[in-house]
């Protein structure tokens, strides 16, 4: 069992489990009850999403040490309880299903799934290894 990371809107992998999205707001344009169907996700957890605040610093990033400040900003906002508590929650579920989690970002090294894939096996999370695109690193 463990965690796969994926870029919503994408099709589902075979064995994906449920997928959930991790993004601050729901897709546009969508309507609710097709989320699901055209691969966006089956539920929503903005709680580990970065806050509009953090987005804006990822939106004018241009250099690998403005993605750095990105990254120990999301780092933060992930330390507040109820983001800590839904963490330890993902972590502890992996050992016992698969699902996945995922975000609109086409690139995953510009993404704070990134940073979440960290936080998550530091909290002991089964993770499952995927390639990387040389294009999406």
Known sequence: MAIRMVRLGTPRAAGEGLRIGTVRRPPRGV????????????????????????????????TDKDWANFFKHYRSEMKRPDAAHAIALLAALSHSTNFSLGCYCEVEAHCHRHELRKLLLEAGAEMIAQAINPANA
């Open 31 to 62: 309507p609710k009850a097709e989320f699901s169907k055209r691969d966006f996700y089956d539920t929503w957890l903005p709680t580990v999403a970065p806050s509009q605040a953090v987005m804006d610093i990822a939106h004018a990033a241009k």
